[in-house]
């Protein structure tokens, strides 16, 4: 047989989301604008002679590495996607980044519980004017990178889409792990605004360590969310269980049934699909496949045909 004559069952491997460069641009900004407030602040507060400023400013410097993280997994996803040693395509190569990206957020909120533990029971003095205008800042830098990072996909399921766990298979968890960070330095500077207010006028110094505490545990609550979806992923666990309710539905006509069904993520909106169909009546796998057609987000499908050894033809 001639090279030539595999080619039209040649198909390409490429499962990004359908908002991968976009999604890369912004985050590239959102870095940009990090690392730029980073350097300020650590400039700003040398030269001034603020510790807090500068303090927040190396505090940013673990946003930047996540949020470069998330930008780097793009490109290198984008640069290989078709690279034939990845079997399946570099479309989970956004999970990895959001898993470490979980990790680094679990770290900051770990190091933030135990400063803010240390100095509710060991006080020091707080310059509170500078301490409330560096929370400003951080705060207004965190509302721009959000916006920039916020997508749709955080909030709605793609239409195609027919039970509500079905969304989940199309969310892109990089820019989820980004938007995450950012959310999270813009809570923790929220709180430590009201924290910083409330020690100012009313003398409660120790609602600064409180509230540090408090967004602590917030942060740890979606570092733990994010690794879950993302490691889930990772894993190859089953994208939706009424996803595959419905391709072994579409499956099981007749006498057909499925002896064995693997469906996973294979990247943002991608999922793969291996079954083992039984039948007393064996046909083509492309009889099979069409069957599934119409159902969203199955970009790799694989049927194995097996005739019922009750009914196997006569030799």
Wanted: aromatic share 8%.
């Amino acid at each position: 047989m001639h090279t030539h004559s595999l080619e039209r069952w040649h198909h390409a491997h490429v499962f990004l989301g359908e908002k991968h460069d976009r999604h890369e641009r912004r985050t590239w900004f959102v870095v940009a604008l990090t690392a730029a407030t980073m350097v300020a602040e650590v400039t700003g507060g040398t030269l001034f002679g603020s510790m807090a400023v500068v303090a927040d400013g190396v505090h940013m410097s673990t946003h930047v590495a996540a949020l470069a993280i998330a930008a780097l997994a793009y490109r290198f996803a984008r640069r290989h996607a078709a690279d034939a040693r990845f079997s399946f395509g570099t479309g989970k190569l956004g999970e990895l980044a959001a898993f470490a990206s979980a990790l680094i957020l679990l770290l900051i909120a770990l190091i933030i519980a135990y400063e803010s533990m240390t100095r509710f029971f060991n006080p020091v003095a707080i310059r509170y004017t500078e301490a409330i205008a560096v929370a400003w800042i951080g705060l207004t830098v965190n509302l721009i990178s959000a916006w920039l990072l916020s997508d749709e996909d955080h909030h709605h399921s793609h239409a195609h889409d027919n039970d509500d766990d079905d969304h989940h298979h199309s969310h892109d968890h990089n820019i989820r792990a980004a938007y995450i960070h950012v959310l999270a330095d813009a809570v923790t500077s929220v709180l430590a605004i009201g924290g910083l207010l409330m020690g100012r006028f009313y003398g409660l110094a120790w609602m600064d360590a409180l509230v540090g505490i408090v967004g602590a545990g917030v942060i740890i609550s979606w570092g733990l969310g994010l690794m879950r979806s993302s490691g889930a992923v990772l894993l190859d666990v089953v994208p939706s269980r009424g996803l595959a309710d419905r391709v072994r539905g579409r499956l099981e006509v007749g006498g057909d049934r499925v002896a064995d069904l693997h469906l996973w993520r294979l990247g943002p909106g991608h999922a793969g699909v291996i079954a083992s169909v039984v039948t007393e009546h064996p046909q083509p796998p492309e009889n099979y496949k069409s069957r599934l057609a119409g159902i969203g987000g199955l970009s790799h499908v694989t049927i194995e045909v097996h005739p019922c050894p009750d009914h196997a033809p006569a030799s």
